[in-house]
C-alpha cells in the first residue's frame, strides 16, 4: 500500500503528464482509456503511460493516491486532472490546451483544434 | 431494486435536480470487458443541479461518487456522468 503511493508519487513526479490506464497508450484494453490516450496521442503530447492491469497494487493504489474510483486517471505536473469525461469535456472547451500552456507541456494546437471541430 | 433505480433515488435525494437522467448502456458493451450477465454494468448519468454551479469539474464527480457511495460504485463496471449546473 505505502509502497504503491510512493511509486505512483515518484512518478507523478518524474514525468509532466502521465495516464493511469488499462493497457497501454499504443495498445489500449478499455474504451474509456483508449478515448484519453488517443486524444493525447492525436495532440502529439509527450506522456507516460501506466497499464495497472500489469500491477494490482498500482490498480488499488491509484484510486486511493486520488480518492477517484475509477481509470483511467491524468496527472499534470503531479496533479490530478481527471478521467475519461472531464478529459473529453476540457479537449472540447479548450481548457486542457491552457493547462497544458499554464505547466509548459508542449502539444500541437491544430490537432487539438481538428478534435474540435470534428466534434463541435 | 435496479442499479438505475438506486443511482436514481440517491441522486435525486442528493442535489435535487431539476434534470436527471440515468442511461443503462450495458446492452451496447456486450461482450466487452465488464459485461456482466443481465446488463446494469454500463450506465450514463446526465445531471442538471444549480448545487454544481460553484464546484470544479472534479468537485462535481467527487459529489456524485459520494452520494451514490462505495458499495454502489464499486459495483458499476462504467459511469459516465455528464454534470453541470
Known sequence: ?120 | MTRAAQIHEKLQAAFSPQHLEVIDESESHRGHAGYQDGGESHFRVVIRAPVFGKMSRVARHRAVHAALGTVLVGQIHALALDIAA
Do not use: H
Request: proline share 2%; net charge negative; hydrophobic share 40%.
Open chain 1, 1 to 120: 500500500m505505502t509502497d504503491a503511493k510512493t511509486q505512483i508519487q515518484d512518478t507523478v513526479k518524474a514525468n509532466d503528464v502521465v495516464l493511469y490506464m488499462k493497457g497501454t497508450k499504443d495498445m489500449p484494453q478499455c474504451g474509456f482509456s483508449s478515448r484519453v490516450a488517443g486524444v493525447l496521442n492525436f495532440m502529439g503530447v509527450d506522456f507516460a503511460d501506466v497499464n495497472v492491469l500489469a500491477d494490482e497494487g498500482i490498480r488499488q493504489g491509484i484510486k486511493d493516491y486520488s480518492d477517484w474510483p475509477t481509470i483511467p486517471q491524468l496527472y499534470v505536473k503531479g496533479e490530478f486532472v481527471g478521467g475519461c469525461d472531464i478529459i473529453t469535456e476540457m479537449t472540447l472547451s479548450g481548457e486542457l490546451d491552457t493547462l497544458f500552456d499554464e505547466n509548459g507541456v508542449a502539444y500541437n494546437k491544430e490537432a487539438a483544434d481538428k478534435i474540435r471541430e470534428a466534434n463541435g
